[in-house]
């Protein structure tokens, strides 16, 4: 009932979560029944365990679809023995270190996670994961294979500094490269596996760090919301070259007293991931299949929404804030066109911009930071004609070459968009009745 309501609140919301539940027309949708039932397992534990992406990986082109689950599936795996804070140090730096040799085999299974880690059934259950795995392409699996050997010894690198875990990172370099091994490296397979299949320029293997920004922006912007559940869990991301600027104990934040030091310190975090929203937009231009587009889009638009939300907003020191639901919806829509996604980046730059406080001692990077992302949004999508523009930039013209592509999408969305709007007024006019006629009734 609350949803409901938060959604009535929001009529252009709840417009999208009609439009989303039942007019979203399906590119490439799986058929569950040409599946094996090992196969529909494995998408039933990437379900269980992912709320944001299961839905746009099972839309994906066939060509990469039980790859890319496969890849998220292994990948969740490790990161469920990481996060375990039951699972003891001497078993668990082996166990990362030696995880990609597992993909090798063909029934291994680990039941050794604490009762209450709620993705534990993937490794109770990897050897459904591992049948799969041996049925993809061999360039998959070697793709596969290397960023689960390069993330699990990353992993265990920082679990080894006996530190890390009370008292976070130490530099910004530390952060970056802790984002790298579990944010950046899923970009870099990710990358490989759309570049193999065809499905996006070449160019977005030959500038790493576009890809690179692509992980390290979502991952910071997570670490950035988790602030209270991983201080109640006895974990801590935030580095201290930059949380040391505003107090000389991370989890001082959690006290009331501190919240405006803690604010000044959210801002800075913010503006580091800010650095990254350029390289993103350029990111997302080079993708050229409609799939693999929506689903590298969706997790990044959510990104700019989280931050904009945990921005200015002392509840992050209190709970875990989420963006609402029909806000997702109407995020998710978006993001099947780049400049649908580009008008999402403007409205919560923008946004970001405009709750910024000038005592934040962060407040002219901010600004300044947003200036460089309007800049570039303008030379994607100038507000002249092209045939004005004397010269049309590199990253403008791979914008063109969406453009055919953008336009059936957004007479797509415009169908979808009436039926929705149709079903909403109906909606709205049998409550209105309802309630006019309750009304009468009683006097």
């Known amino acids: 009932m609350g949803k409901f309501i938060d959604l009535a609140l929001h009529p252009l919301e709840l417009r999208a979560a009609i439009q989303l539940k039942f007019f979203r027309t399906s590119i490439e949708g799986r058929d569950p029944s040409k599946e094996s039932s090992n196969l529909k397992r494995c998408y039933e534990l990437l379900k269980v365990t992912s709320r944001s992406f ?3 990986i099972q839309e994906l082109h066939p060509e990469l679809r039980n790859s890319v689950m496969v890849f998220y599936l292994v990948l969740r795996a490790l990161d469920t023995i990481e996060d375990d804070m039951s699972i003891e140090k001497d078993v668990k730096v082996p166990l990362l270190r030696q995880f990609d ?36 392409k061999s360039e998959y699996q070697d793709v596969i294979r290397d960023i689960t050997k390069q993330m699990g010894n990353g992993m265990a690198d920082y679990i080894e500094n006996s530190d890390f875990n009370q008292n976070g990172l130490q530099t910004i370099g530390d952060y970056d490269l802790y984002c790298h091994y579990v944010a950046g490296l899923v970009g870099d397979g990710l990358t490989r596996l759309i570049v193999l299949a065809k499905f996006g ?28 559940e991983d201080q109640m869990d006895g974990r801590a991301f935030w580095p201290r070259e930059i949380w040391g600027n505003y107090t000389d104990s991370l ?33 997302l231009s080079l993708v050229e299949e409609q799939t ?34 029909g806000t997702t919806c109407h995020l998710i829509l978006e993001a099947r066109t780049m400049s649908g996604v580009v008008s999402v980046f403007r409205h919560y730059i923008r946004s970001i911009h405009h709750k910024s406080d000038p005592r934040d001692p962060n407040y002219l990077r ?23 523009i004397p010269e049309t930039t590199e990253i403008r013209q791979q914008v063109l070459k969406r453009q055919s592509l953008d336009s059936k999408m957004e007479a797509l969305a415009k169908k979808e968009e009436i039926k929705a709007t149709l079903v909403l007024g109906s909606v709205l006019t049998v409550v209105l009745f309802v309630l006019y006629q309750g009304y009468t009734f009683c006097s």
């Open 101 to 136: 040799s597992k993909l090798l085999t063909k029934d291994w299974t680990f039941d050794g996670n604490a009762i209450t880690e709620k993705d534990r059934v993937v490794l109770v259950e990897f050897d459904k994961i591992l049948t799969e795995y041996h049925l993809l």
């Open 251 to 283: 989890p001082n934040f959690l006290k009331k007293e501190n919240e405006t030091q803690g604010l000044y310190c959210i801002s800075e975090l913010v503006a580091n991931s800010l650095d990254h929203v350029i390289d993103v937009l350029k990111y």
């Open 366 to 388: 901010i600004g300044q930071t947003v200036g460089k992302i309007e800049q570039f949004i303008e030379q994607m999508y100038p507000r002249v004609p092209i045939g004005v």
């Open 201 to 228: 320029d070449s160019k977005l293997y030959e500038d790493l760090s576009l890809l690179e920004s692509m992980g390290l922006f979502l991952q910071k912007t997570n670490i950035i919301r988790d602030y209270e």
């Open 54 to 56: 299961a839905a746009v």
């Open 292 to 325: 693999c587009f929506n689903f590298t889009a969706i997790p990044q638009v959510m990104a700019i929404a989280t931050l904009d939300l945990v921005y200015q907003n002392p509840e992050v020191f209190q709970r875990n804030v989420k963006i609402r639901k």
